[in-house]
């Protein structure tokens, strides 16, 4: 993929990907906290179509690809754009969207997409073919509508790489079935302009599962479902994952029986968990404060 100053940069992959191999089957930037990176390059077939940043294919069989002489792109033998290329990205579906040299903005096969007339610095494109894109006036939009335009701003940052701009906003996502989630500089958390956490709080974190359920912590310390609260005791919850289940385990601050899987305690007898993960099936592995390793309540190492 090429850049410019205006290139558009698939924040998730930056975050998140930077190991897996640029070699995609197509542009698939969903936020599923349950599976694995990898299931984002595949089609349903498990099928690897090995594009390239001038050539790519949907799972429908689509052939996207830039004319090299004068970087036109083109759809299935047919040209889309009426300037040379930049940037482009194609959904499993086929939905083709684009960044051209004659200005930072995105468009899709139909034309340019409304901005605000602000630059476009990112884009992502769900599973379904939806387009969430962030201008740098910090304002959202979803396939061409602005989202956030009176509800504060998404803070990004710019970090050069060569010379040249990679803008990075970790507090944007798309889910698979194309909803947008994303905090505002006041803290504060949305999903599709819809607000999702309280005023009350800012929030650090958010996971994401299968069925678009947001998980997120705030600076109180306080861990939600979508809106509700997933812990009433008076701790602290410091981190917080999600398993191939969509199951959430989460440490707390407590000296002591500060790990929980859903809803059950998870022991390390009067110890206190340092670290948690999974294991492949999805139980809980653990350490405590003696260096000792845990899986659901069992010691396993001494």
Not at 5 to 21: A, D, G, K, R
Not at 227 to 243: A, C, M, R, S
Not at 265 to 275: C, E, Q, T
């Amino acid at each position: 993929m090429r850049f410019s100053s205006f290139s558009i940069y698939p924040v998730s992959y930056l975050l998140l990907l930077t190991t897996i191999s640029p070699v995609l089957a197509f542009n698939d930037d969903s936020r599923d906290d349950t599976r694995s990176a990898i299931s984002n390059t595949l089609c349903e077939n498990n099928q690897v179509l090995n594009d390239t940043p001038t050539l790519k294919s949907s799972c429908q069989g689509d052939i996207v690809y830039l004319k090299n002489h004068n970087a036109i792109l083109v759809k299935n033998d047919k040209a889309i754009s009426h300037f040379p290329v930049l940037d482009f990205k194609v959904s499993r579906n086929g939905k083709v969207y684009y960044s051209t040299q004659n200005g930072p903005f995105l468009s899709d096969e139909s034309g340019k997409l409304n901005s605000l007339g602000g630059a476009v610095i990112i884009y992502l494109v769900s599973e379904n073919g939806d387009v969430v894109y962030l201008n740098d006036q910090g304002i959202i939009f979803k396939n061409g509508a602005p989202l956030n335009q009176n509800q504060g701003k998404v803070i990004y940052q710019i970090r050069k790489t060569s010379g040249q701009k990679i803008f990075v906003a970790p507090n944007i996502a798309i889910t698979r079935n194309g909803r947008a989630i994303y905090i505002n500089d006041m803290g504060r958390l949305y999903v599709d302009q819809r607000p999702m956490s309280s005023h009350t709080a800012k929030v650090l974190e958010f996971k994401v599962d299968s069925q678009a359920t947001v998980f997120y912590l705030d600076d109180l310390g306080r861990l939600f479902k979508n809106k509700i609260k997933i812990l009433q005791k008076p701790v602290k919850v410091k981190t917080f994952k999600l398993n191939a289940r969509g199951q959430i385990a989460y440490l707390t601050d407590g000296a002591s029986k500060n790990l929980y899987f859903e809803d059950q305690n998870l022991s390390a007898g009067s110890h206190r968990v340092l670290d948690f993960s999974f294991t492949g099936s999805g139980e809980v592995i653990y350490k405590d404060d003696k260096d000792r390793l845990w899986k659901m309540g069992q010691l396993i190492s001494d």
